[in-house]
């Protein structure tokens, strides 16, 4: 359900995704962690930046389904392409 959530959240502000997947036990430095990979494609990454938007990268890891829902209301709403 939550990727539901996610997927519907994206879509309100006309942003596709090119994966949107929860991750568990991911190395890294200090121990093993959970978490949400979202996977945008560089023109996307670009559109959103030029609306002003730049807490984003290609592969964004974010730890919680509500982070990741703040994160996206955060964005602007992309125009149709």
């Not at 942003?15 to 494609?41: H, K």
């Amino acid at each position: 359900m939550s990727k539901r959530k996610i997927l519907a959240a994206l879509k309100k502000k006309n942003v596709s995704v090119e994966r949107v997947e929860y991750m568990r036990g991911e190395p890294t430095p200090s121990s093993y962690a959970n978490g949400w990979d979202i996977e945008i494609t560089e023109e996307t990454e670009d559109r959103l930046f030029d609306a002003g938007f730049s807490d984003c990268q290609q592969i964004n890891e974010i730890d919680t389904t509500d982070e990741v829902i703040e994160w996206v209301e955060s964005m602007p709403i992309l125009k149709s392409s």
